[in-house]
């Protein structure tokens, strides 16, 4: 029984209780939830369904308690309900109820932990965008390792998501770089507002490889040579990085498109239907202090020239133009001041911007070697890249540890920590499990033991303390992916995978799966093994949640 089909059995016999006490049906929820006790001996499973509903009907917590403990008692599956406390319902299963789930995750596959919730919901998640005036950094990284493990949650809870890259080929960035690269062509220093590093030097040599005659040119005909020739290069390089990263998008936007086919204009005729536009001094401002921003904001100035902001609220538009009924938005620590006007931007066209829109800020991210941070800096050329951190510590280390930890907190890559084949390496001690059950799984069919058919599986013989709290950890996968998913926090599902880990680390060496020498195959043998394949399905599920590998052998 997963926690899901009590929850229901726990509503279910809430309908009951209300059907016969006659009590105002209107009062229950659709669906409700059971915990997992802190304290073992407190029962498998809790429910506070009691504690919830008592004040709506006008019944004491214990006395609604004890009506759901005598309807839940009689459920097949239910070993025994306790009333502790102010009306707590601690729920016991048979161990039949609980070996069941085995079964239940070998058949699902893949499909276990999946669900509906977000169905009906139609998500532009934009991650990483990173300018191409350089290489992808460690901190675009992880927005490449979060949003793409967080584009697999939702799609594995329901939702349509279309994986956006914006990118931003036009503004004064661009020109910087273009400056940088004719200045490293010509063996000039870079600009004092230019780009540094070898990465420039390099791309400037295939320009001029591709276009042999453009330091015939004059500065801007060089200039837009470089322009053109390099930001495509050097977004061949980005999509090459994050492809071998394991990370590629639905649409890769040009921000270029949107002046060309007059986006800007668009949104600014829509802005102006809403009356959030105002013409002061030349210029056209954006009252976005109607929707709590700390100051208007301009879109085009007096000299006609758009500001950046014009095109956010062009790209945004056309987000929502598209059929996106909620946009998300991966940015970096450095963007906490954009929330409050995006916000607002959202607002001035007319939507809910807490139902249409989403900014996650992410925070910094350190290399270690050593002990020390390594340093970066894209102007000063010593920037770590998403190539440095992957020939540091690999793609599956890499993705796993950027992916683990919640993204608003900072946080430390240890190089030595991350490559080392021990136990206190978390994606190590992960990916053992699943290497770990592949290898029983080989040796079982050496011996001869199968599973067998899923009618002579005796899930009752699992009753050992070990193997139910294997078969409880199994069981909370579900709820994991689905709170990871709704609260946008991969994290969650690598925190639960390192539970589950140990869990099955404790059952294997406690319980023996394998016969030994003659001893002759057993059920429990068999439902053991059962037990072990259940543990392989969800380890790899939630490892290919996270876009990091499952490995038969290691």
């Known amino acids: 029984m997963t926690p899901a089909e009590l929850a229901e059995a726990v509503l279910a016999a809430a309908h009951a209780v209300f059907a016969d006490r006659e009590l ?42 004890a009506a759901l403990a005598a309807e839940l008692a009689s459920t097949s599956g239910i070993k025994s309900v306790e009333i502790a406390g102010p009306g707590f319902l601690n729920i ?43 290489p992808v950094h460690i901190g675009g990284v992880r927005w490449a390792a979060v949003g793409d493990a967080l584009s697999r949650l939702l799609r594995a809870t329901g939702a349509d998501v279309g994986t956006e890259y914006y990118f931003n080929d036009a503004g004064s960035q661009i020109d910087r770089f273009a400056r ?25 040599e295939q320009v001029t490889a591709r276009r042999p005659d453009v330091l015939t040119l004059d500065d801007a005909a060089a200039q837009e040579v470089f322009r053109v020739e390099g930001v495509a290069l050097m ?7 994050l492809r ?18 007059g986006e800007l204009e668009h949104a600014l005729n829509r802005l102006r239907e809403q009356g959030h536009l105002v013409d002061s001094e030349g210029a056209t ?34 987000k929502r133009e598209r059929g996106f009924d909620r946009v998300v938005i991966m940015l970096g620590a450095d963007h906490h001041g954009y929330v409050g006007r995006m916000k607002a931007m959202a607002a001035c066209f007319g939507d809910d911007p807490e139902q249409t829109l989403e900014i996650l800020i992410g925070q910094l991210v350190n290399l270690v070697r050593d002990g020390a941070p390594v340093r970066m800096s894209k102007r000063a050329g010593t920037v770590v890249t998403l190539e440095d951190l992957v020939d540091a510590i690999g793609v599956d280390a890499s993705r796993y540890a950027l992916a683990r930890y919640s993204s608003d907190s900072p946080i430390d890559i240890d190089i030595e920590l991350w490559t080392r084949a021990t136990r206190d390496n ?26 067998g058919d899923a009618e002579s599986f005796r899930p009752e013989l699992l009753d050992h303390d070990k193997e139910n709290e294997l078969l409880k950890a199994l069981a909370e996968f579900p709820a994991v992916v689905a709170a990871a998913a709704e609260l946008r926090e991969p994290h969650r599902v690598a925190r639960f995978l390192e539970d589950l880990a140990g869990a099955y680390h404790r059952f294997y060496d406690n319980c023996r799966i394998l016969p030994r020498g003659d001893e002759a195959v057993t ?31 290691m």
């Open 285 to 318: 401002w954006l009252r976005t202090t109607d929707f709590g921003d700390d100051k208007d904001r301009v879109l085009r100035k007096s000299n006609g020239e758009w500001t950046y902001f014009a095109a956010d609220c062009a790209y945004y538009l056309d």
């Open 180 to 204: 940088s690269l004719l200045a490293a062509a010509r063996n000039e220093p870079a600009p004092e507002d230019g780009y540094g590093g070898a990465y420039i030097a390099e791309i400037a």
């Open 92 to 134: 016991r299963l048979d161990a039949a109820a609980a070996g069941q789930l085995a079964r239940s995750i070998v058949e699902a596959g893949e499909e276990y932990g999946r669900s509906d919730r977000l169905a009906g919901l139609k998500i532009n998640l934009e991650f990483v965008s990173a300018n191409p005036t350089g």
């Open 235 to 241: 977004f061949t390089e980005i999509k090459s990085s």
């Open 523 to 553: 059920d429990l043998h068999r439902a053991r093994l059962w037990l072990n394949d259940a543990t392989r399905v969800v380890i790899a599920n939630g490892l290919r949640l996270l876009g990091v590998s499952a490995p038969e052998r």
């Open 24 to 65: 105002d049906r209107s009062a229950l929820p659709e669906h409700t939830t059971v915990e997992r006790p802190r304290n073992p001996e407190h029962g498998d499973y809790a429910a506070t369904l009691a504690l919830q509903l008592s004040k709506k009907v006008g019944l004491p917590p214990r006395e609604l308690a």
């Open 244 to 261: 071998d990263f394991g990370v590629e998008f639905d649409t890769y936007f040009n921000e270029k498109d949107l002046h060309d086919r």
């Open 426 to 451: 978390p994606v190590y001690y992960v990916q053992y499990v699943a290497a770990r059950t592949a290898s029983v799984g080989r040796n079982a069919a050496e011996v001869g033991l199968t599973r």
